[in-house]
């Protein structure tokens, strides 16, 4: 080693490159369920990687990279084919796998059977398709237990999906910071109500934290819990709703963030409520789709717009104060977790070089 290198300074720098990459060993939302589907494959980015999505026969999502080893070109503009996915190429078919299964323009061709590609593991749930992204320390998917809201069916839930041009961590600090609100959407139909002026309390949850107004509760966009369980990041938080919204209790949020690239991310926010009774929830259902959905969507553009406004080295000016620790506390748990990545990578790579 160079003796003008310092290992700290150098992890530290691998640390920040990482989770502005976005971590590994982490479950991903990467698409609406309704954007796969039929013959036709469908592209996706995330963490600089290009992937491509089909059914198969079965209905399942299948994931490969989106790269034909044969010339290069994206397997996501080939066709659904029954033994996988076919180039449109040269008609070279890829299974489920990353496995070489049809070579259609030679007979018994060398390639067929060959492992060729990176595959990936996939689970679809609530109208969404998530998929894990594989670290040198686990190369295999853990169980994804996702919030209940997603997986129990007396919760009403609406998935909204969006691609914003700033860096998903940009989005996470937006959701761990729930004073504002009442500032950038302190005209919207929900979050109209409250104080302007509060301290914040930051407290320990399983698997995460949560951080909320001191002063007030149940009024406006007051509180949020963020996760990072070691096997994927998401937030809850709830906007109470003013009679004028029906029947039921405050509107949840849970919300996903997925890097695309260092620039860019996806959003997917479930909008949840708990109503009781099924009539109940049908009225739910019926307000959102004709009133409410359309005011949210408001609101979500509000957060976009200022977003994508802010430099990409915003964080290198903040001048932070007691609202932001929440923020803080999400960034220090984000560092932690690439940290310990990169160190049982280095490791493993320290293992297999002394073997």
């Known amino acids: 080693m160079s003796e003008d290198i310092n290992p700290k300074v150098d992890l530290r720098d691998r640390i920040t490159a990482r989770v502005n990459q976005g ?9 609406k369920s309704v954007q796969v589907r039929g013959k036709k ?15 198969n026969s079965d209905g399942k999502v299948q994931c490969i990279e989106d790269y034909c080893p044969h010339r290069g070109a994206p397997m996501s503009l080939g066709n659904v ?10 008609g070279v078919v890829m299974d489920g796998n990353g496995v070489v299964a049809e070579v259609p323009a030679l007979k018994n061709c060398a390639l067929e059977g060959r492992k060729a590609i990176s595959s990936y593991e996939v689970y679809e749930q609530s109208d969404a398709i998530f998929v894990y992204i594989p670290s040198l320390s686990r190369p295999k998917a853990p169980s994804l237990v996702l919030p209940v809201e997603l997986t ?18 940009y989005a996470l600090d937006n959701l761990a910071d729930p004073m504002h609100g009442s500032y950038l959407h302190g005209q919207s139909f929900t979050l109209a109500y409250g104080s302007k002026q509060d301290t914040m309390k930051l407290s320990k949850i399983e698997n995460g934290f949560r951080i909320e107004r001191e002063h007030q509760e149940n009024v406006n966009f007051d509180y949020t819990e963020m996760i ?28 996903y ?16 409520r708990h109503t009781g009774s099924n009539l109940a929830l049908q009225s ?14 408001h609101v979500i553009e509000q957060d976009r717009v200022l977003l994508e406004a802010m430099p990409l080295n915003a964080n290198k000016r903040e001048l932070l104060y007691q609202h ?3 923020i803080t506390r999400l960034r220090q748990t984000l560092a932690r977790a690439a940290r310990d990545q990169l160190i049982a990578e280095d490791a493993i790579n320290a293992e297999g070089g002394n073997a």
């Open 324 to 326: 932001d620790i929440g």
């Open 257 to 272: 963030c997925t890097p695309i690239d260092e620039k860019r991310c996806m959003v997917f926010f479930w909008r949840c």
């Open 41 to 55: 494959p469908f592209g996706v980015m995330i963490l600089g990687r290009k992937l491509a999505l089909w059914r």
């Open 23 to 31: 971590l590994l060993g982490t479950w991903y939302a990467v698409a």
């Open 284 to 297: 739910w259902r019926f307000l959102y789709r004709t009133t409410l959905e359309a005011r949210h969507w």
């Open 152 to 169: 129990d069916e007396s919760w009403g839930k609406f998935l909204c999906h969006s691609i914003w041009e700033c860096p998903y961590y």
């Open 81 to 90: 084919h029954s033994k996988g996915l076919a180039c449109a190429y040269h």
């Open 228 to 255: 990072v369980d070691g096997t994927q990041i998401y937030c809850r938080l709830d906007i109470p709703y003013p009679p004028a919204a029906g029947p039921g209790g405050a509107f949840r949020i849970i919300g």
